[in-house]
């Protein structure tokens, strides 16, 4: 088994194809490389990570300004931006120029010429600069900052890249505060998190954050710090119960 995925993760590689959201989502449709990973090669929703979408679905509204750090190929960036309507918008921010590029392959789609999506070619961290960034030897989606070392799913890295670095709270001297924050940025979301000062205690944006095991006590105080109740974010929404620690996939709101 492991042999023919590598051959398919191989066989994938520079390869794309158009999809569609689910129908909440008005069937949007993007651009996906099962280079990013292979699930894109599944029927239907099972393609798709569908907490995240639910996530979306309860709290994107329309006039809403999304920030995706750490976008990929723009599963939650076209959801959003769908969502949030023509009075709102989304920040798509990704490293990989390839899966950059795919973003504005998707965005230029004539069914999409009603979305507000803004491209950043770039990667966040704690300081503005530059950086090396793995791309991964399996599926992209698993690319990493070399500072950080990303996750076991890499599976190795094909090439290294230089890449610019902003800092969340950065991007607020173009943008304008958002009100949802999605992350999922392979092992930097303590970096990010530390760069979101004002973000976090002056925006008070939803976030949902992927967070790895070794960030988790950072990550949890960062948020705890800055007065965020945490969940589950792959509990359904009847089901949760607020946590002492993050989960894998965490849902952080804003304490009353």
Known sequence: MGGLRSMAERFSRGRSFRRHLPADFNRTPFIVTPDAALSYLKPDEAAYDMDLLRFAL?????????????????VFTFAAAYLAGANGSVLAVEADIWLATLLNRSRQ?????????????????????????H??????????LADV?????MGGTRETQLVPTITIDGLLDDMPMPNVVKIDI???EVLALRSATRVLREGRPVLYCEVGEQQNADVTAILRDAG????????PTADRV???RCAANTLAVPTA
Request: no cysteine; glycine share 12%; net charge negative.
């Open 186 to 188: 392979e092992g930097a």
């Open 242 to 244: 607020e946590l002492d």
């Open 149 to 153: 070392g990303g996750r076991s799913q």
């Open 135 to 144: 791309i991964a030897a399996r599926g992209r989606a698993s690319n990493a």
């Open 58 to 74: 309860e709290y994107v509204k329309p006039g809403h300004v999304v920030w995706d750090i750490g976008a990929n190929i723009g």
């Open 228 to 235: 965020y109740t945490l969940y589950d974010g792959n509990a």
């Open 109 to 133: 789609l004539p069914a999409n010429r009603d979305l507000h999506v803004d491209i950043l070619p770039a990667a966040i961290s704690d300081r503005a600069g530059l950086a090396k960034f």
